[in-house]
């Protein structure tokens, strides 16, 4: 099919610019863009001067196949992946059991395509079981199709381990996803230490853990050349450390989820259990730091970070409660409170939620150019809604730290491939 999308914003992560132009669709590619003639018989679609941006690439997104298919399966991960403009969905090896052969990545991956609308990729684990003890079969699992190696919060301890890991990957040219934190200083950890986690009564843990983490797996890196992506920097006191390993030629780039750059440690209120993430959220000093940072290029991508959990994981006292939260349908409009306050551009958001997850994974996507996949989002950045859990979202799992929230910015349209997987009016 080809489809003429007119009168739209154009956002371009690449050169960092939006204008007023049309798109061309022709056989699932990006054929042409800016002024353009529709071709004979091709299908026109008026955007109204709403913005056009390339989809979205989620990097870290847990379903919950195999072993906890009631908490999200595939369909409806794909489901409110095309609700919030998420064109490429990669997904964490943190199921159960865990993605850590050839034969389990090869069943999900059987199990993605079948069900979900949108692109699905997936990681897998980078110790057996992710219990950091044993390798896993790096060169079998990239040959089956995984896109990156990470034992998700399950930190590898043993440094010995790790530099293995690191050797074998930085020989296979596999990317190795870590999470900075120090194991024995977060262990029990439910919130950011400090006079607010001392007067709740909850055990914390210093932003020091995250910068002691990240030290030592940079110290490894430089010692390995291996390729590294941190999940999520979420400390002031991290980035001086982040900006010293890409000075110094270190292969390194770093991510952060929705949540740490919108959200602050008050934020949890009285023990307010969606708002229980990991790394848990930090002080109003440490998001500002790091939202600036997302905006200077510094941390290169933003993230939902989607997790999971059902009402009875949650509905515990704080420390029992399972953490982190969905984040799928609301990474966009979450997003646009950057863009709202002035922090970041259209462009710049762009830059760290399509184009950069794309560059350090080597997909084909992320950009509005001409031979680029047509995987697009339209959407209106000025778009007021107050977000219901219940009626809005498409996930299984319905714990949203937004619910109830006033939030600006609605997905219209989600093309994938060239094809609308999702649209409504307005």
Same mark, same amino acid.
């Given at each position: 099919?080809?489809?003429?999308?007119?009168?739209?914003?154009?956002?371009?992560?690449?050169?960092?610019?939006?204008?007023?132009?049309?798109?061309?669709?022709?056989?699932?590619?990006?054929?042409?863009?800016?002024?353009?003639?529709?071709?004979?018989?091709?299908?026109?679609?008026?955007?109204?001067?709403?913005?056009?941006?390339?989809?979205?690439?989620?990097?870290?997104?847990?379903?919950?196949?195999?072993?906890?298919?009631?908490?999200?399966?595939?369909?409806?991960?794909?489901?409110?992946?095309?609700?919030?403009?998420?064109?490429?969905?990669?997904?964490?090896?943190?199921?159960?059991?865990?993605?850590?052969?050839?034969?389990?990545?090869?069943?999900?991956?059987?199990?993605?395509?079948?069900?979900?609308?949108?692109?699905?990729?997936?990681?897998?684990?980078?110790?057996?079981?992710?219990?950091?003890?044993?390798?896993?079969?790096?060169?079998?699992?990239?040959?089956?199709?995984?896109?990156?190696?990470?034992?998700?919060?399950?930190?590898?301890?043993?440094?010995?381990?790790?530099?293995?890991?690191? !050797?074998? $990957? /930085?020989? =296979?040219? @596999? #990317?190795?996803?870590?999470?900075?934190?120090?194991?024995?200083?977060?262990? %029990?950890?439910?919130?950011?230490?400090?006079?607010?986690?001392?007067?709740?009564?909850?055990?914390?843990?210093?932003?020091?853990?995250?910068?002691?983490?990240?030290?030592?797996?940079?110290?490894?890196?430089?010692?390995?050349?291996?390729?590294?992506?941190?999940?999520?920097? !979420?400390? $002031? /006191?991290? =980035?001086? @450390? #982040?900006?010293?390993?890409?000075?110094?030629?270190?292969?390194?780039?770093? %991510?952060?989820?929705?949540?740490?750059?919108?959200?602050?440690?008050?934020?949890?209120?009285?023990?307010?259990?969606?708002?229980?993430?990991?790394?848990?959220?930090?002080?109003?000093?440490?998001?500002?730091?790091?939202?600036?940072?997302?905006?200077?290029?510094?941390?290169?991508?933003?993230?939902?970070?989607?997790?999971?959990?059902?009402?009875?994981?949650?509905?515990?006292?704080?420390?029992?409660?399972?953490?982190?939260?969905?984040?799928?349908?609301?990474?966009?409009?979450?997003?646009?409170?950057?863009?709202?306050?002035?922090?970041?551009?259209?462009?710049?958001?762009?830059?760290?939620?399509?184009?950069?997850?794309?560059?350090?994974?080597?997909?084909?996507?992320?950009?509005?150019?001409?031979?680029?996949?047509?995987?697009?989002?339209?959407?209106?950045?000025?778009?007021?809604?107050?977000?219901?859990?219940?009626?809005?979202?498409?996930?299984?799992?319905?714990?949203?730290?937004?619910?109830?929230?006033?939030?600006?910015?609605?997905?219209?349209?989600?093309?994938?491939?060239?094809?609308?997987?999702?649209?409504?009016?307005?």
């Amino acid at each position: 099919m080809t489809v003429l999308l007119t009168n739209a914003r154009l956002i371009d992560p690449e050169t960092l610019t939006e204008a007023p132009g049309s798109l061309l669709i022709d056989g699932g590619v990006i054929a042409a863009m800016g002024e353009v003639t529709a071709p004979s018989g091709a299908q026109i679609l008026d955007c109204h001067g709403r913005c056009l941006a390339p989809g979205i690439i989620d990097l870290g997104v847990k379903v919950g196949e195999p072993g906890e298919r009631h908490k999200e399966s595939f369909r409806s991960a794909g489901l409110a992946a095309a609700a919030g403009g998420v064109t490429t969905i990669i997904t964490r090896p943190d199921t159960a059991p865990a993605i850590d052969s050839p034969e389990t990545l090869e069943f999900v991956m059987r199990r993605a395509a079948g069900a979900s609308p949108v692109n699905i990729r997936h990681m897998a684990a980078l110790t057996k079981g992710r219990e950091g003890r044993e390798m896993t079969e790096i060169g079998f699992l990239l040959d089956a199709g995984a896109v990156a190696f990470t034992d998700c919060d399950h930190v590898v301890a043993d440094t010995k381990v790790l530099s293995r890991c690191l !050797t074998y $990957a /930085r020989s =296979l040219g @596999a #990317l190795v996803i870590g999470h900075p934190q120090d194991a024995g200083l977060s262990k %029990g950890a439910a919130v950011t230490s400090g006079k607010f986690a001392s007067l709740r009564g909850l055990p914390g843990v210093s932003p020091m853990a995250e910068r002691m983490g990240f030290d030592r797996d940079m110290a490894l890196v430089e010692m390995t050349g291996a390729r590294y992506h941190a999940d999520q920097i !979420t400390c $002031a /006191r991290t =980035l001086p @450390a #982040l900006e010293r390993a890409k000075a110094n030629g270190l292969d390194v780039t770093a %991510g952060v989820s929705i949540h740490h750059v919108t959200l602050n440690e008050f934020d949890v209120g009285d023990y307010r259990t969606f708002f229980k993430l990991t790394p848990p959220l930090r002080a109003e000093e440490d998001r500002v730091a790091v939202a600036q940072a997302l905006a200077s290029g510094l941390i290169d991508i933003l993230c939902s970070m989607h997790t999971p959990q059902d009402e009875e994981s949650k509905r515990l006292p704080y420390e029992e409660a399972a953490a982190g939260a969905v984040a799928l349908q609301t990474l966009l409009p979450a997003a646009m409170r950057l863009y709202h306050d002035g922090t970041m551009t259209l462009p710049e958001l762009f830059r760290a939620m399509s184009l950069n997850p794309a560059k350090r994974l080597g997909l084909a996507g992320g950009r509005l150019a001409v031979g680029a996949p047509a995987d697009l989002v339209l959407f209106d950045p000025d778009a007021p809604f107050v977000l219901d859990r219940f009626t809005m979202l498409a996930s299984k799992s319905k714990n949203t730290p937004f619910d109830g929230a006033k939030m600006e910015g609605k997905v219209l349209a989600t093309f994938v491939g060239g094809a609308q997987v999702y649209g409504q009016e307005g």
